[in-house]
């Protein structure tokens, strides 16, 4: 028996999932160890090992493939964790980091944007007296109009050597069009100091846009000591073990990239806990047969959404982290303050919820660890949905009466309302967020929220997305089995996957009427042809074959005179002068679609800046296996209790069902809940559920009349 893995390490706990060669799932829950992440990761596995009966090293050795995500690029970057690190560039252009083209003021505000006040640059992650300039000038054309002070730029790797830095990063003006200059420094840096980590422009972000280009190469210097130890640590305590199979690491960008590879491309891993809940989705919903699906992420912090549109995540090739602009392609979420330990607090007579979490310390104020500050878990627990004896399969008792005492203090009174009231108004509240956030998504990019299926995952997902699903339109709210581990799920079933980009301005002039008579067929093909030719070169290995390796191609466009381009796929294999008209027209197309008729502007005449190539190889893995269905299609309730409804203002005599207990093909009928180990599924009154063949729980509207006799009076429930 072979077994595959997939970790994913996050702020308060690590997830593991465990397949095997018939397709047997296991899930896993540890409690992170932030002091030594493989420690968390270890427990786990010793977990699966004592669950299937074998040893810690018997199990390992079977390991055949270990896919993980983690957190720790994420945290050392907002935490400010990163090595000493000097940069690099062209004479002249010091500042460029410093100044951010002032974008760094307001990059992540989002709706606070208005608040003047609150806008400043972030702190530097490199220090001014460790950025150094050096004589060198490369035109936008790649050609040499000052030639590189070879001498002065030895100078100022030893400087910075002096001054103790651990990383160097490098980027000069214009090198996406003509490396060379940065090749000698890289060449300078590695006889001078040949064991420290270097990234150079070029090679980590070869882009348009020196400020971008410049910020992505210096995050991925900052980080990639930290991350290299991070893997090497993970990846030794295995091979200690017996581990002798393929250890692959999540990146943002829509796969997995080997280890080895990872340790270089820290940058690329800041935003791999989300991806990895969005491939999960994208792997399920192909083989549900659902091409469009809106993926929500409910965990205690955020409520994270993601697109998947014709089977394919949504990637951005722009992003903002922690007020930096980066250019990696990343897949794209949207982030609120609405998870469960978001905080609930009346100001000026008015009830908001978040952004403000208690996080995992001290966590909601029924956690009974110290917290003082009401939160959506807590109004959950008051109104009947968490069950407190419960809580992580009744691992962790949850404290009722404290949950209802701080949401009496702290929001009953000043309102004026009862303590049910007050905890219905905090749940109703975040749940309108969690659907304006949908519809934003949806609605406002051009989608029609009809045409998706919801994904609700994360341990509070579930438990909300009866309600926010609904509210937002979606035609059905599918609950997976692995919600709780939804990422880990995503990164042990993700293919290997590497993007390569090249900036290259091409033009048609204003007025054009055929877009071939100006765009050269020959130079797409050259562009294509050198892109796939690397990014295969970087994806074949030992288990990935030239067979395996599929490409896509995307090429960026937009009006000349405009700022605002997108993105277009373009067919594989020799282009024509046809495809390259097909292309200008889906472009054209695609911008209405975006900016809303009558905004495109052809007289201006199109413009190209970038090609882009993605190459996926499968990795071994396994498959979920279907369920048969041995049942009458009718489940039996463990226990019933009241669960409050705002459908009907009150409490409800709500059916309680336990994980164990469910079979494919089952109905049940709301309102009613379901108890999984590390979250609770809510159906509403008014809708029914049908457990699938992978026992995802498939949530469908319906009109169910209620029995009076269900509904009790709110005085009977808290006092």
């Known amino acids: 028996m072979k077994y595959f893995v997939g970790t994913d390490t996050g702020g308060t706990f690590t997830d593991t999932i465990v397949m095997d060669d018939n397709g047997h799932l296991r899930m896993y829950k540890t409690h992170t160890t932030p002091h030594d992440r493989s420690i968390g990761i270890m427990k786990a596995i010793g977990l699966a090992a004592q669950d299937l009966g074998l040893t810690e090293t018997a199990f390992i050795e079977k390991v055949s493939y270990f896919g993980h995500g983690s957190t720790a690029a994420t945290n050392a970057f907002i935490e400010r964790k990163g090595v000493r690190t000097g940069l690099i560039t062209t004479e002249g252009f010091g500042d460029t980091m410093l100044i951010q083209r002032t974008m760094g003021q307001w990059a992540g505000l989002g709706d606070q944007l208005t608040h003047y006040s609150i806008r400043k640059l972030p702190d530097p992650i490199i220090p001014k007296q460790l950025i150094a300039e050096v004589p060198e000038r490369i035109d936008y054309k790649g050609a040499v109009i000052v030639s590189l002070d070879e001498l002065k730029a030895r100078q100022i790797v030893r400087r910075l050597l002096e001054q103790g830095v651990e990383a160097i990063a490098v980027s000069l003006l214009w090198s996406f069009a003509n490396p060379v200059h940065e090749q000698l420094i890289k060449k300078i840096v590695k006889e001078e100091a040949p064991g420290i980590f270097l990234s150079i422009s070029s090679e980590t972000a070869p882009v348009l846009g020196e400020y971008e280009r410049t910020a992505t190469t210096a995050i991925n210097a900052y980080l990639g000591p930290s991350i290299d130890s991070y893997v090497t640590n993970l990846e ?43 491939l999960a989705s994208v792997h399920l919903a192909g083989k549900l047969g659902y091409p469009n699906v809106i993926t929500s992420d409910m965990g205690g912090t955020s409520f994270d959404v993601g697109l998947i549109i014709d089977g394919k995540p949504i990637v951005s090739n722009n992003s903002e982290v922690e007020s930096y602009h980066i250019v990696q392609p990343m897949v794209k979420v949207t982030a609120i303050g609405a998870g469960g330990g978001s905080i609930a607090y009346v100001e000026n007579g008015h009830l908001f919820v978040g952004p403000k979490s208690a996080g995992a310390v001290p966590g909601p104020v029924c956690y009974d660890q110290g917290g003082t500050e009401p939160t959506i878990t807590d109004a959950d627990v008051v109104l009947g949905i968490i069950d407190p004896d419960h809580f992580l399969g009744g691992k962790m008792k949850l404290n009722k009466e404290k949950a209802e005492e701080a949401i009496r203090t702290k929001i009953a009174e000043p309102l004026g309302m009862t303590v049910v009231e007050a905890a219905a108004g905090i749940r109703t509240i975040s749940d309108n967020r969690m659907a304006d956030l949908l519809r ?91 892109l796939e030719e690397k990014c295969e070169k970087t994806l074949l290995n030992d288990f990935v074959t030239k067979e395996n390796v599929r490409f896509s191609r995307l090429v960026d466009l937009r009006f000349r005179g405009q700022f605002n381009q997108v993105s277009v796929e373009i067919e594989g294999g020799e ?143 808290v006092h």
Not at 484 to 494: E, K, L, M, N, R
Request: no cysteine.
């Open 236 to 278: 030794d305590k295995l091979k200690a073990k017996g581990f002798n199979g393929i250890f692959t690491i999540m990146n943002s960008n829509g796969g997995v990239i080997p280890a080895d590879e990872a340790r270089e491309a820290a940058v690329s891993l800041l935003t791999s806990g989300p991806a990895g809940g969005v």
């Open 575 to 717: 282009l024509t002068a046809i495809h390259i008209n097909d292309l200008v027209a889906r472009f054209e197309q695609k911008y209405e679609e975006r900016y809303g008729n009558g905004t495109g502007y052809r007289e201006a005449g199109i413009e190209i800046t970038g090609f882009r190539v993605h190459g996926k190889a499968p990795v071994p893995k396994a498959a979920i296996s279907k369920k048969l269905s041995n049942s009458d299609g009718k489940a039996a309730p463990r226990s019933e209790r009241y669960v409050y409804f705002h459908e009907v203002d009150d409490f409800m005599t709500t059916y309680i069902y336990n994980e164990e207990d469910l079979e494919a093909g089952m109905e049940i009928t709301g309102p009613a809940i379901i108890e999984h180990p590390g979250t609770t599924i809510v159906i509403g009154p008014k809708q029914k559920a049908t457990i699938d063949e992978y026992l995802n729980t498939v949530i469908l509207p319906e009109a169910v009349l209620l029995n009076d006799k269900q509904i009790q009076s709110e005085g009977e429930m």
């Open 440 to 530: 934003q998504a949806t609605i406002s990019q051009g989608h029609d929220p009809r045409d998706f299926v919801l994904f609700a995952y994360g341990g509070a997902g579930p438990a909300h997305s009866y309600s926010f699903g609904a509210e937002s339109g979606v035609k059905a709210i599918l609950v997976p089995y692995t919600a709780t581990v939804h990422s880990a799920y995503g990164i042990g079933t993700s293919d290997i996957h590497r993007s390569y980009y090249l900036s290259k301005r091409m033009q048609t002039p204003a007025m054009f009427q055929v877009a071939s008579d100006h765009l050269s067929v020959s130079e797409f093909n050259g562009v294509f042809e050198q």
